[in-house]
Every structure is written in structure tokens, then in C-alpha cells.
T-cell receptor, first 113, second 116 residues
Framework: AQKVTQAQTEISVVEKEDVTLDCVYE???????LFWYKQPPSGELVFLIR??????QNEISGRYSWNFQKSTSSFNFTITASQVVDSAVYFC??????????FGAGTTVTVRA | GAVVSQHPSRVICKSGTSVKIECRSL??????MFWYRQFPKKSLMLMAT?????????EQGVEKDKFLINHASLTLSTLTVTSAHPEDSSFYIC????????????FGPGTRLTVL
């Protein structure tokens, strides 16, 4: 069964638009971690955020913000005022008790100038 | 800190040859490293968990005799693709878990393998 679902395969926006990436996860563990990674065309994974299951506070880092809602098992990611450099594939991931990472299918974001 | 390197970054080999990929944690010790495989436009799939000083744990469907993993030291894990075939062509990424930072993993830059 898919543990992490990223329903949006591709999103295309014009520069300065906001874009929200959805992530829904499934786990029976009470302690778990959620992550977002960015993968630019170079292929290297860039860590964006880690959130543990006990911390439901939303977080903002510059133009990035994250909305964690345990009630709906969602961990959505918003890029505000998108820029061309934001074009990449974004992965949501879940880590449970065994420390293994389960990745979602990824969402390709294309920001057009 | 927490830098992970991979070598080589790209490799092209002929069918039937074996290829070794190295994953190193440069500024920390990692008792656990992970190997992932990524097909074009696809997600990362965990292949195996590499444990220092013991045998690797492979995910279901991954051939352990095909993908040999050795974690000989606290800073080095190697993945050897034996008797490579074109279907083994892929992007291989390793990660290392930092014991003191919970479940966080630091990823290497990846190795693109092309088998002709």
C-alpha cells in the first residue's frame, strides 16, 4: 500500500503565483517523521523540512510554508511568489519506527517566467 | 556538516561487467546507510539498508546477489551492481542516517549508471 500520496503529478504556474503541493500519508505508528525534499534537474536531493508527529505547528521559512494536519494525515507545502528557480520535482516522504523513508511519487513544478 | 559524497557521479559500462558505487559520510559516522534507486521521472525506491559490521537488509524484490552491499566502516558503504544489464541503468542515491538527529537522512548527490 502506498504510504505517501502526492496526487498532483505536475503543476505549472507563472512566476509570482503561489503553488501548493499536497501530501497525504498513511501510518499506524504514533511517532513518525515527515519530510519534503526538492530535486532539481541536477538530481541531487535538497532537504527542505522535517516535522515529527508531535509537532503540528505550521512552519514558514522564507517563501516556503508547511501545513501539517494530523486529523487529515496531510502535510502540504506552499511556495509563495514562485520563482523560476523553484522549478523542480518535490517529494514528500514518511519515516516510521524503522527509519526507512517512503517517498511519494513526486510533483513536478514548472515556474514560467 | 552532514555531507555525504558518492563516487562516481556517472558511469557507463558494458553489459556483463560489475560496477562499484561508493557512498561516504564525510564529517560524521553513520552506522546506517540506505541505498535508493530512481528511474527517470519516477520516485525513489528503497533498495536496501546498509548496517555497519553486519549484512545489509534488502527490500522485497531486490536481488541481493545482484546488488552487493558492503558497509565496511562507519563512513563508507559500497553498492556493487554485478553482471550489469541495460535494465540496471538508473540513478542510484545513497543516504546516511545521523544517530543523534532522529530520523533525518542526508543524501549523496547520486550516481547515474548507464549500461550499454
Amino acid at each position: 500500500a502506498q504510504k505517501v500520496t502526492q496526487a498532483q503529478t505536475e503543476i505549472s504556474v507563472v512566476e509570482k503565483e503561489d503553488v501548493t503541493l499536497d501530501c497525504v500519508y498513511e501510518t499506524r505508528d504514533t511517532t513518525y517523521y515527515l519530510f519534503w525534499y526538492k530535486q532539481p534537474p541536477s538530481g541531487e536531493l535538497v532537504f527542505l523540512i522535517r516535522r515529527n508527529s508531535f509537532d503540528e505547528q505550521n512552519e514558514i521559512s522564507g517563501r516556503y510554508s508547511w501545513n501539517f494536519q494530523k486529523s487529515t494525515s496531510s502535510f502540504n507545502f506552499t511556495i509563495t511568489a514562485s520563482q523560476v528557480v523553484d522549478s523542480a520535482v518535490y517529494f514528500c516522504a514518511l519515516s516510521e519506527h524503522d527509519y526507512k523513508l517512503s517517498f511519494g511519487a513526486g510533483t513536478t513544478v514548472t515556474v514560467r517566467a | 556538516g552532514a555531507v555525504v559524497s558518492q563516487h562516481p557521479s556517472r558511469v557507463i559500462c558494458k553489459s556483463g561487467t560489475s560496477v562499484k558505487i561508493e557512498c561516504r559520510s564525510l564529517d560524521f559516522q553513520a552506522t546506517t546507510m540506505f541505498w535508493y534507486r530512481q528511474f527517470p521521472k519516477k520516485s525513489l525506491m528503497l533498495m536496501a539498508t546498509s548496517n555497519e559490521g553486519s549484512k545489509a537488509t534488502y527490500e522485497q524484490g531486490v536481488e541481493k546477489d545482484k546488488f552487493l552491499i558492503n558497509h565496511a566502516s562507519l563512513t563508507l558503504s559500497t553498492l556493487t551492481v554485478t553482471s550489469a544489464h541495460p535494465e540496471d541503468s538508473s540513478f542510484y542515491i545513497c543516504s546516511a542516517r545521523v544517530e543523534t538527529s532522529g530520523n533525518e537522512q542526508f543524501f549523496g548527490p547520486g550516481t547515474r549508471l548507464t549500461v550499454l
